[in-house]
T-cell receptor, first 116, second 114 residues
Framework: AQKITQTQPGMFVQEKEAVTLDCTYD???????LFWYKQPSSGEMIFLIY??????QNATEGRYSLNFQKARKSANLVISASQLGDSAMYFC?????????????FGRGTSLIVHP | EAGVTQSPTHLIKTRGQQATLRCSPI?????VYWYQQALGLGLQFLLW???????NRGNFPPRFSGRQFPNYSSELNVNALELEDSALYLC?????????????FGEGSRLTVL
């Protein structure tokens, strides 16, 4: 079974609107961390936001927020006020504790295109 | 502060040859991770080095190997290249081993096998 599932291969959004990128995860480890990365066409992966499994509040970083629903095992990324420069691939990732030896596991990604 | 650097940026080889990719982590980072990103498959974990030792490897054949040097830089070797080895190879470094540490990635080395 896949550890990280991103069901949206591609998403389109109008500039200045908000968009939600879905991510569900599978783990039996009570201790884990969830990450989102952005990969522009240049190829470099850029860290966006982190959520720990024990964090009570949803993480936020500027225009990025993580909608963490632990019972549903989902960690959706919300980008507010989309900009043209947000067009990129977005990857959800997880680091598990003892079960996963802390090795980050990535989903297949979602391609986001922001229209003017 | 310099980020993670990888070389070469692009590499073209033919089937059966060997490829060597190099990575320099961010200063102070002791962990280096290698990932393969083939088209449409996301990032597949290859190897993890920490403090000069191989700590874990992904589900790849033994012809994928590497090492980490005393200065924590790393090299990935792919022997007996096959067409399906064509991919972007990403190196990442981290200072934290636990669940909280994000990875810092280089821009990758694109390997094309003809």
């Amino acid at each position: 079974a896949q550890k990280i599932t991103q069901t949206q291969p591609g998403m389109f959004v109008q500039e200045k609107e908000a968009v939600t990128l879905d991510c569900t995860y599978d783990t039996s480890d009570p201790s884990y961390g969830l990450f989102w990365y952005k990969q522009p066409s240049s190829g470099e992966m850029i860290f966006l936001i982190y959520q720990g499994s024990y964090d009570q509040q949803n993480a936020t970083e500027g225009r990025y927020s993580l909608n963490f629903q632990k019972a549903r095992k989902s960690a959706n990324l919300v980008i507010s006020a989309s900009q043209l420069g947000d067009s990129a691939m977005y990857f959800c990732a997880m680091r598990e504790g003892t079960g996963g030896s802390y090795i980050p596991t990535f989903g297949r990604g979602t391609s986001l295109i922001v229209h003017p | 502060e310099a980020g993670v650097t990888q070389s070469p940026t692009h590499l073209i080889k033919t089937r059966g040859q060997q490829a060597t990719l190099r990575c320099s982590p961010i200063s102070g980072h002791t962990s280096v991770y290698w990932y393969q990103q083939a088209l449409g498959l996301g990032l597949q974990f290859l190897l993890w080095y920490d403090e000069g030792e191989e700590r874990n490897r992904g589900n790849f054949p033994p012809r994928f190997s590497g090492r980490q040097f005393p200065n924590y830089s790393s090299e990935l070797n792919v022997n007996a290249l096959e067409l399906e080895d064509s991919a972007l190879y990403l190196c990442a470094s981290s200072v934290v081993r636990g669940i909280t540490g994000e990875l810092f990635f280089g821009e990758g080395s694109r390997l094309t096998v003809l």
